[in-house]
């Protein structure tokens, strides 16, 4: 077997973060490599799970580790909110605060502009947002939101930055939200106390406009922050016009700087996006479609609230190494029947399939990473997509016309 050829000067170092690229593809722009970060290595590319509000929803810090997940993400705002900078500070932090001694990645709180646009105003200060747990008023800026999670601790923090949804049509505002961004991001560097324990990443902005894109990636990269992330993604747009911010921001990323697509989580986007180039991804997806009784697979989505599953005593996924499908010694694990049975009455199944979900992510990653370094990547794009359809009529468009411009034609 083929193994890809490991990188000369292949080493980025910061105070609070180390980049070592370990392999290339030889077709697409898909790489391997380790982000040791203060609370130890990550392997890239990653999924990153979502624990919003310091937690998981359905699992304990124990089974997120069981899953062999090393970084997830805490949000910001919603942690400023509740339970609050007092709090944490008298902790000693996030980490402290859920049981995690791994990694942390925090939101700065800029997606709620979308999220809870109705909650919010914007203006060249901050955002200032109305409580969805009182209606109190709290002004989110760059300062404050730098603030909060140096007392969170994450081991990357994400700048403040000014979202808009991508489908908006008012190009005078995605203009001033893009520049508006690089602006606040000058902030978040000043107000930045740790930046020895404490990574703090840019956001490139621009909405669908590649030449908007590409200027905000000039200037940000000018910033020379330890990781890059490429957001107001994932609001509604085409997968065709998302693939192309993409390819058109990574062209112009350094090789030995992360890469962070943020609020992917399909895995068809997930592997696509890898072959355009992008190291890091989250989501909430694989855990709220856990809760609504449907279970990720190779094969696709799996709603086991389906009646057919009543009588199927087979693993959730034959051959998955989650704790749920995994036989014990004693030969007896967790069935289909036994998800079914609970699925709408006991909490249970939403546990079980929250696990099940984040390690078939996490398990989708580690595959992708070793066909990257074997060089078989081209190969595995192809083994996934037979997975997932009947036919190669079937696959999606977008992720067709996409992969070609990586050279890889999965019409063939």
């Known amino acids: 077997m083929q193994t ?107 997606f709620q502009m979308v999220s809870l646009l109705k909650l919010a105003t914007i203006t060249e200060e901050g955002v200032r947002f109305l409580s969805p747990h009182d209606g109190s008023p709290m002004l989110l800026t760059p300062e404050h939101s730098i603030d909060l999670q140096n007392t969170i601790g994450s081991d990357i923090m994400m700048q403040l930055d000014d979202v808009l949804v991508t489908t908006s049509p008012d190009k005078a505002r995605m203009r001033e939200a893009m520049e508006r961004s690089v602006r606040w991001l000058d902030r978040c560097i000043a107000a930045h106390k740790n930046p020895d324990r404490q990574n703090l990443f840019c956001i490139i902005q621009g909405g669908l406009d590649l030449d908007m894109r590409r200027e905000c990636c000039k200037e940000m990269l000018a910033r020379d922050t330890p990781g890059i992330a490429i957001g107001g993604l994932s609001g509604g747009e085409a997968k065709a016009d998302y693939c192309r911010v993409v390819e058109t921001c990574t062209a112009m990323l350094p090789d030995l700087k992360p890469r962070y697509v943020m609020g992917i989580g399909y895995p068809e986007d997930l592997i696509v996006s890898v072959a355009l ?136």
């Open 277 to 412: 180039g992008a190291d890091m991804f989250d989501c909430v997806w694989p855990t709220r479609t856990a809760r609504f009784g449907n279970a990720v697979t190779k094969n696709g989505v799996l709603n086991i609230r389906n009646s057919k599953y009543a009588n199927d005593f087979g693993p959730i996924e034959p051959g998955c190494g989650c704790m749920c499908c995994r036989e014990g010694e004693d030969g007896m694990g967790i069935t289909r029947a036994f998800i079914h049975h609970n699925a709408s009455k006991e909490t249970v199944a939403a546990h079980l399939l929250t696990i099940h979900n984040v390690w078939y992510q996490l398990q989708l990653m580690r595959d992708i990473r070793q066909a990257v370094i074997e060089d078989r990547f081209p190969a595995f794009i192809r083994q996934f997509f037979a997975g997932l359809y009947e036919d190669k009529t079937q696959y999606p468009e977008w992720a067709v016309e996409a992969l070609k411009r990586v050279n890889v034609d999965l019409t063939v």
């Open 4 to 110: 890809a050829k490991r990188m000369a000067s292949n080493v980025y170092t910061s105070p609070a973060l180390t980049f070592e690229l370990i392999a290339k593809c030889s077709t697409t722009r898909a790489r391997a490599s380790i982000l040791t970060l203060p609370h130890g290595p990550v392997q890239l590319p990653i999924f990153m799970p979502v624990a919003t509000q310091a937690s998981l929803k359905g699992i304990t810090p124990e089974q997120l580790e069981d899953t062999g997940c090393r970084l997830c993400l805490n949000n910001t705002y919603h942690l400023g909110l509740k339970p609050g900078q007092e709090i944490l500070d008298a902790v000693g932090g996030a980490h402290k605060l859920q049981g995690w001694n791994h990694n942390l990645l925090t939101d700065s709180g800029g």
